[in-house]
């Protein structure tokens, strides 16, 4: 069966780094846009990054541009998410999406806090 499973969050001090990673199975991960999203606790789910199939394009939220950095390696069927300069209000659940056309595949998340 589909499975999309997030790793790499835990707590952070402000500006620091940390890498998500979210591993993919039973679906072609190659042919599917991969997206990060994020939601924090009283807010909407927001997306954070996508990148393309092949990885050859990417986009970013405004607020994330310049520190955030999605990535995938579709020999192994992972999506990464480098996240630096990390601020108290980037903590969240961060989640794992796989969209093509109509599909749309969600990890169960892990949990990024920034705090000192």
């Known amino acids: 069966q589909v499975q999309l499973v997030e790793s790499g969050g835990g707590l952070v001090q402000p500006g620091g780094s940390l890498r998500l990673s979210c591993a993919a199975s039973?679906?072609?991960?190659?042919?599917?846009?991969m997206n990060w999203y994020r939601q924090a606790p009283g807010k909407e789910r927001e997306l954070v990054a996508g990148i393309s199939s092949t990885g050859g394009f990417t986009t970013y939220a405004d607020s994330m541009k310049g520190r955030f950095t999605i990535s995938r390696d579709n020999a192994k069927n992972t999506l990464y998410l480098q996240m630096d300069s990390l601020k108290p209000e980037d903590t969240a659940v961060y989640y794992c999406?796989?969209?093509?056309?109509?599909?749309?595949?969600w990890g169960q998340g892990t949990q990024v806090t920034v705090s000192s």
């Open positions: 999406n796989a969209r093509l056309s109509i599909v749309n595949y």
């Open positions: 039973g679906f072609t991960f190659s042919t599917y846009t």
